[in-house]
């Protein structure tokens, strides 16, 4: 062998030698893995000093003490991980591995969901057994408990509470505290306003919903982005408390489940989808998504939430949601009575103990009279006019709340209208026509030989007959407040057509068969209030043997100044050629 041969198998051993030096030995594997298995067993034991429970969506979580006080942590979450983590340290003084960390979680998690019980978990605002749990949300985790008696604080509540990062702690409230307190702080143009507002925030307060959404409209400079904020922090305060509206239902979902108040800011527009979502928010919904890394198993997140929109428009312009909103509007404020916005604040927290303690007064009433509590009318949203009608007289007068919510309704009715071209268009069709039957298509071309051609052509006129229908649909509740009676009807013949019949509020089918196109007779001119409810007193047109055309339903009637004319044609249909073939009168909504 050479020389140089015997260099190269002299480097090639070194380097053999130096693989194996680094390469560990199935021995030293088996030392790893057994250091690893200690390490789980470690973690492991120290979580058997939590206690381990799972939520209705087999969720884990761990109550832990960590000095002297009860704690509610989600197992997956990052607060867990540490506490889990400060327990190994201190009885190992080192570290846990990563994988041993995720190992441990995994058996945690397992022991939570099937050996542990199943409990309700709460973000701020909780309810068990009739009482009403609000969470404080301060280091102490300390919470109020109220019930018909009055309200205390509790050090350990029977609810758990989940602490969702960007929470901020509310303030110790105050006994013998005045709700007028706040008025000074909020920039509401009526008495009744501020019932309203009120009314919203001891809602938020109730541990379930339904909840209205809160919908503040007013042009610059009238303190929206201030009220909303200064409302939510009065229930659920927030590091970031207004935001933008999610681009997405999933987004809206995970905010409404880390948060009880939602607050959006500079609302300009509401896409279809955000009102279904708003409305299914409202009223309690839900939303799954599949989890990652997985092609089965779904995250499925629930909640109701109290929502607040504030933007210059009036973004609400769908029925359905308008139904569950109570809508305010802010008028500017003047010059010389702006103040800084530092001062207010600093004002509103000194405030905010008193203000708190006057609420939790007024919930304590309502659980107290809320069995005893009737309203003559349910409206859409009956739990929460029950709710605050039971809690009203902790401040004002019996039936204060129910009239300030009929009249938010009313004005609601004919703002929501008045930006649908269909209702609109609608309105003035019946006006000409009280009843009338057909098909959606003849309805659509109909109404649009009334309207003005580019309304007719934006995006806001439906194209087919059945978007008019879905949109007479929605709007039917508002119409029949106003008189107005939308049916739909199958045929279930051969031909199966869909009829659409329109007819005076009031009236059954077999009443109105008979008349023309000039409908019942009327006054020539009859005013009344505007109490879309009715009342004892109220008064409804009636048809020629004295029967109420709109019973319940408050109109006004005037004659029109166009000369009537059966048509040169012999028909007597009011939308032919010639404009002046109208009824002798029509409504005036």
């Known amino acids: 062998?050479?020389?140089?041969?015997?260099?190269?198998?002299?480097?090639?051993?070194?380097?053999?030698?130096?693989?194996?030096?680094?390469?560990?030995?199935?021995?030293?594997?088996?030392?790893?893995?057994?250091?690893?298995?200690?390490?789980?067993?470690?973690?492991?034991?120290?979580?058997?000093?939590?206690?381990?429970?799972?939520?209705?969506?087999?969720?884990?979580?761990?109550?832990?003490?960590?000095?002297?006080?009860?704690?509610?942590?989600?197992?997956?979450?990052?607060?867990?991980?540490?506490?889990?983590?400060?327990?190994?340290?201190?009885?190992?003084?080192?570290a846990?591995?990563?994988?041993?960390?995720?190992?441990?979680?995994?058996?945690?998690?397992?022991?939570?969901?099937?050996?542990?019980?199943?409990?309700?978990?709460?973000?701020?605002?909780?309810?068990?057994?009739?009482?009403?749990?609000?969470?404080?949300?301060?280091?102490?985790?300390?919470?109020?408990?109220?019930?018909?008696?009055?309200?205390?604080?509790?050090d350990a509540p029977p609810v758990r509470f989940r602490r969702a990062s960007g929470m901020k702690a509310l303030p110790v409230p105050v006994q013998g505290g005045s709700i007028e307190s706040l008025r000074q702080y909020?920039?509401?143009?009526?008495?009744?306003?501020?019932?309203?507002?009120?009314?919203?925030?001891?809602?938020?307060?109730r541990g379930r919903g339904p909840y209205p959404l809160l919908v503040v409209s007013g042009e610059q400079g009238s303190a929206k982005s201030t009220f909303s904020d200064l409302v939510r922090a009065l229930v659920d305060p927030n590091v970031a408390p207004l935001r933008a509206l999610p681009r997405e239902e999933r987004d809206l979902f995970v905010a409404a489940n880390n948060s009880h108040v939602l607050a959006f800011d500079n609302v300009s527009?509401?896409?279809?989808?955000?009102?279904?979502?708003?409305?299914?928010?409202?009223?309690?919904?839900?939303?799954?998504?599949?989890?990652?890394?997985?092609?089965?198993?779904?995250?499925?997140?629930?909640?109701?939430?109290?929502?607040?929109?504030?933007?210059?428009?009036?973004?609400?312009?769908?029925?359905?949601?308008?139904?569950?909103?109570?809508?305010?509007?802010?008028?500017?404020?003047?010059?010389?009575?702006?103040?800084l916005e530092a001062e207010l604040r600093k004002e509103f927290e000194v405030e905010r103990p008193v203000i708190l303690g006057a609420l939790l007064d007024a919930v304590a009433v309502g659980l107290r009279r809320l069995p005893h509590t009737r309203l003559s009318k349910l409206p859409r949203?009956?739990?929460?006019?029950?709710?605050?009608?039971?809690?009203?007289?902790?401040?004002?007068?019996?039936?204060?709340?129910?009239?300030?919510?009929?009249?938010?309704?009313?004005?609601?009715?004919?703002?929501?209208?008045?930006?649908?071209?269909?209702?609109?268009?609608?309105?003035?069709f019946f006006n000409l026509n009280p009843t009338w039957e057909g098909t959606a298509a003849t309805l659509l071309a109909r109404l649009g030989g009334i309207t003005d051609q580019r309304i007719v052509g934006s995006r806001e006129w439906p194209k087919m007959p059945n978007a008019l229908s879905g949109r007479l649909r929605r709007a039917a509740p508002y119409l029949r407040k106003l008189g107005i009676e939308v049916e739909f009807e199958r045929d279930s013949g051969r031909a199966r057509t869909r009829t659409i019949r329109i007819r005076p509020a009031g009236l059954s089918s077999s009443e109105t068969s008979g008349m023309g196109p000039s409908g019942p007779s009327v006054p020539s001119a009859h005013h009344s209030t505007n109490d879309l409810d009715g009342g004892p007193d109220r008064t409804v047109a009636k048809t020629s043997d004295g029967r109420e055309m709109r019973a319940g339903q408050t109109v006004r009637y005037e004659p029109l100044k166009r000369a009537i004319s059966d048509g040169a044609d012999g028909t007597d249909d009011p939308f032919g050629d010639r404009p002046e073939t109208s009824p002798k009168w029509r409504t005036r909504i």
């Open 269 to 339: 527009v509401l896409a279809p989808w955000m009102s279904d979502t708003l409305c299914r928010l409202s009223t309690g919904g839900a939303f799954a998504t599949r989890q990652l890394y997985s092609d089965q198993d779904e995250i499925l997140f629930e909640a109701a939430r109290p929502v607040i929109l504030n933007g210059i428009e009036d973004v609400v312009g769908r029925p359905d949601l308008a139904d569950r909103a109570l809508f305010l509007h802010l008028d500017p404020i003047e010059e010389g009575k702006r103040r």
């Open 381 to 428: 949203m009956a739990d929460f006019a029950i709710w605050g009608a039971a809690c009203e007289t902790a401040f004002w007068p019996e039936g204060t709340f129910e009239a300030a919510y009929r009249g938010n309704r009313d004005e609601a009715v004919e703002n929501v209208l008045d930006a649908d071209p269909i209702a609109i268009a609608l309105r003035e």
């Open 1 to 94: 062998m050479s020389t140089d041969q015997e260099k190269l198998v002299a480097q090639l051993v070194d380097a053999a030698s130096e693989v194996a030096d680094v390469t560990p030995s199935a021995t030293d594997q088996g030392t790893a893995k057994s250091a690893q298995r200690k390490q789980v067993d470690v973690l492991v034991d120290l979580a058997a000093g939590a206690d381990l429970f799972h939520d209705p969506n087999n969720s884990a979580y761990a109550d832990v003490v960590v000095a002297g006080r009860r704690k509610t942590l989600r197992v997956a979450g990052r607060d867990f991980q540490d506490w889990l983590c400060r327990g190994y340290y201190e009885r190992t003084r080192s």
């Open 186 to 205: 909020l920039n509401v143009r009526s008495d009744a306003d501020f019932v309203l507002v009120v009314s919203w925030t001891l809602a938020a307060l």
């Open 96 to 154: 846990p591995g990563s994988e041993a960390l995720k190992s441990a979680l995994g058996v945690i998690e397992a022991k939570a969901r099937y050996d542990g019980p199943e409990r309700r978990v709460f973000v701020r605002v909780g309810e068990l057994e009739g009482r009403i749990y609000l969470d404080l949300g301060d280091d102490t985790w300390r919470a109020v408990e109220v019930d018909a008696a009055g309200w205390r604080m509790v």
